[in-house]
T-cell receptor, first 108, second 120 residues
Framework: DAKTTQPNSMESNEEEPVHLPCNHS???????IHWYRQLPSQGPEYVIH???SNVNNRMASLAIAEDRKSSTLILHRATLRDAAVYYCIDTSYGKLTFGQGTILTVHP | EAGVAQSPRYKIIEKRQSVAFWCNPISGHATLYWYQQILGQGPKLLIQ????????DSQLPKDRFSAERLKGVDSTLKIQPAKLEDSAVYLCASSFQLAGALRSSYNEQFFGPGTRLTVL
């Protein structure tokens, strides 16, 4: 039922930037894109969300394509604590529908 | 501030037994959610409450699962009788704003640590 497509896994080295892509080609014009991440043995936690403009917060940046069919979550300097499953979520019908997400591995 | 509390953290039961999970959301949060997360998959929404009313229970297997939030604060999810395929982590989440607000405004969900259920 998830309306987003993400790579199953990605790898990065510590202190390097990470770009996590997501396709959401069926998103409507009024639905936000939310990103959550889930650290091992924990519940998901909010990362960032956006509608049309690029967004920045203390955790990450979100770059949204002009046609809104894709977005990229950017971690500017990956740390070992960023190793997690990252979920890109199309919030149709006002709720979070999680896909399988991207497993991010960070190498020291 | 205190986060979402869940108990127990782990539970092992045999099939056909009953089990209950408890969740205490963040104080002041109107909306409460129960999710089921099977190993290797993302969380799946089971039921969503706004205060003590059900907003969405379309994916709750109502023949065996039930949930309540009687006073609009804490909540209980019950499975009776359990099946092998119910083995999963059950996550509770809460949010401050009203359900359905995701379209127009920020509505961060705060998740608890989950209860890991094993059905033998």
């Amino acid at each position: 039922d998830a309306k987003t497509t993400q790579p199953n896994s990605m790898e990065s080295n510590e202190e390097e930037p990470v770009h996590l892509p997501c396709n959401h080609s069926t998103i409507s014009g009024t639905d936000y894109i939310h990103w959550y991440r889930q650290l091992p043995s924990q519940g998901p936690e909010y990362v960032i969300h956006g509608l049309t403009s690029n967004v920045n917060n203390r955790m990450a940046s979100l770059a949204i394509a002009e046609d809104r069919k894709s977005s990229t979550l950017i971690l500017h300097r990956a740390t070992l604590r960023d190793a997690a499953v990252y979920y890109c979520i199309d919030t149709s019908y006002g709720k979070l529908t999680f896909g399988q997400g991207t497993i991010l591995t960070v190498h020291p | 501030e205190a986060g979402v509390a869940q108990s127990p953290r782990y539970k092992i039961i045999e099939k056909r037994q009953s089990v209950a999970f408890w969740c205490n959301p963040i104080s002041g949060h109107a909306t409460l959610y129960w999710y089921q997360q099977i190993l290797g998959q993302g969380p799946k929404l089971l039921i969503q409450f706004q205060n003590n009313g059900v907003v969405d229970d379309s994916q709750l297997p109502k023949d065996r699962f039930s949930a309540e939030r009687l006073k609009g604060v804490d909540s209980t999810l019950k499975i009776q009788p359990a099946k092998l395929e119910d083995s999963a982590v059950y996550l509770c989440a809460s949010s401050f704003q009203l359900a359905g607000a995701l379209r127009s405004s920020y509505n961060e969900q705060f998740f608890g640590p989950g209860t890991r259920l094993t059905v033998l």
